[in-house]
């Protein structure tokens, strides 16, 4: 049976260290284990966090209890509950890569395996101890959520239910969710609060961040070297088979697309009588309708209703209600019609706020919740459209659903014939599919061949299917961006990855043969500038008698290491080498792109004193600091860990994430 895939995109790179500029050279604590299990802690704390928020992004979409990945104490990880934080992670990333799969989370799914197991250490340590939240501590932390208080402000136990059951949460859900943020919150937090390193420590660090360097540098450029005779065949044939895997042409495959769209499916206009009883079965929507602006407050008393209907006759209903202790936002009701005003305050309230003309102010008048005051604001009236006036929007709706009703059922009919044994030809053919067959093509949809050739854009990612299957699969059937339809993908002829002949790439690889004879010579006179500085012939004089070219003569280079953290982990390699040499001492390293080689010699190293820089220390100091505070919780976990013990199921967690990093 055919599969029907949404789109893939790229995701774009999103740095996953935790670095610390001012001491990228002196420390990656951030990179350690300790470090990433804390900062997944904090990731799985954001997502407890939603709960005070809007939880409606944790909604489980009904998964079943499936098998244990983990076990920690009294508390165990399920892959449904794995499934559930994938769930949550995807639909956050596709809010910015709306095409985003689960494959683009595959580099973070060990860290988030290992990051909710630490989350169920958490959990057991506190139950082992008596350290869990009390059910009072959770029920205060409920009431912060929007969307669980009545119109009083004060938390309602149908409101919540109602919040529940609109975002498909259960009570126990949430409870668990806002343990663990309670838990982070009570007995992380203090573990990693106040650490402070002494200046002691951080001192000789800020020092040696203070250190300056000084030396010369000169790059030997492949330019200066290119002049040569050109190469002979022989040269060419020896150069090809030395480096013959650098021209090797991907895997090429014949893609064959039919597709099925709209066109397909004939007349899919609705009948007169299809748009009647469309009509007659939405009467209500076409009859029209009255909404009205409405203002409310809600006490228990009568007396201190009658006092805020007194104030609304004659000013603003919010100044009216605000001595009772209702804001504005309180008060503002908004557009409401009959029906919804009768299942908030009943059915008698309703008739007579809707039997008031605007501006009237009506109560006390008892209601399901109390004494309510309502304020008539405004009145808006939807006049009614009869069938003739509503037939050109319902014949489009009809049209509309009738043609993706008609376009699924193709589908169906295209996959069950693929079912019953019938290939791509045939059922391109039966069911009059316009076909479409690529050159020989790469995964990205380029030919090799045919530098011209280019698929449709929405057809951008069905090569990439047609890899996916080996040659005696059965075609596919995939579903095209936004309403283009779909497509079935067979993938054809089959050509194995080889290196492009010689007589196809002679230009390209007699480039290259330059360009590497031009790089040894580079090398050559770079080693013999090095050698020569490093037996006591000072740089400048080396390069001379070298034959070094003139015109890139040595120059000075004096740097401190704190200029280098700063840079982020761009450093040139000139400057990466010379805080790798000791004084004296002469060494060439690699110019980025084949253009030649730097030859670099340090003279002196002058030490730093941060004595002269408190702010600097402080800033170390801090970083220290930080890095002291992850590792303290990072080493408390690992010990309650040691003292519970942990039983990880190898087997299912690899099923696991064979599951999700392929793409799914």
Known sequence: MGRRAAPKAPLDPVSRENRFPMLASVRRLSKSKAGTVVAVLFLLAILASFALADMSSLAPGGSTPQGVLARVGSEQLTEAELSDIMQRQLQQLREQKPDATYADLAPEFDAIVNGLIQERTLKAYAAEHGLLPSKKLVDAEIVKIPGVRGLD??????????????????????????????????????????????VGVARPYASMLLEQRSGQVALVPTTAYQAGPAPTDAELQAFYRQYRDRYLVPEQRVVRIARIGPEQLGNVAPTDAEIAAYYNANRATYAGGETRVLSRASVADRNAAAQIAARAKSGAFAAA???????????????????????????????????????????????????????????????????EQAR???????????????????????????????????????????????????????SPRDAGFKLPAEYANLPKVA?????????????????????????????????????????????????????DRARAVANRVAAKANAGVPLARAWSEAGAPASSAPRPLQVRRLELAQLGGQVPPPLRMLFSLAPGKTRLVAAPNNSGYFVVGLDRITPGDALSQPALITQVQGDFSQQASSELVAQFLLAAQRELGVKRNEAAIASAKRRFTSGG
Do not use: H
């Open 467 to 519: 890899f996916d299957l080996s040659p005696d699969d059965d075609p596919v059937v995939e579903a095209l961006p936004g309403d283009a339809g779909y497509a079935l993908v067979a993938a054809g002829e089959v050509t194995p990855a080889a290196p492009a002949p010689l007589a196809s790439i002679r230009d390209r690889v007699a480039t290259d043969f330059r360009t590497k004879r031009a790089l």
């Open 392 to 446: 050109t929007e319902i014949a489009g709706k009809l049209s509309g659903e009738k043609r993706k009703n008609a376009l699924t059922d193709l589908v169906a009919k295209v996959e069950e014939e693929l079912a019953d044994g019938r290939n791509f030809a045939e059922v391109a053919a039966a069911n009059r599919l316009p076909v479409v067959t690529t050159p020989p093509v790469i995964a990205n949809g380029t």
């Open 321 to 387: 209600a605000a001595p009772a202790g209702f804001s504005a936002a309180d008060v503002a009701l908004g557009a409401q019609t009959r029906e919804q005003l009768a299942s908030l305050a009943g059915a008698d309230v309703a008739a007579q706020v809707f039997a008031a003309p605007a501006g009237a102010v009506i109560g006390p008048v008892q209601s399901s919740t109390g004494f309510d005051v309502i304020k008539v604001e405004s009145i808006n009236r939807t006049p009614g459209r009869t069938l």
């Open 153 to 198: 402000g004060r938390f309602s136990e149908a409101a919540y239910r109602g919040w529940l059951a609109q975002n498909r949460l259960t009570d126990a859900q949430v409870r668990s969710e806002l343990t663990t943020l309670l838990l982070q919150r009570l007995v992380l937090t203090p573990l990693a609060a106040n650490t402070r390193v002494p």
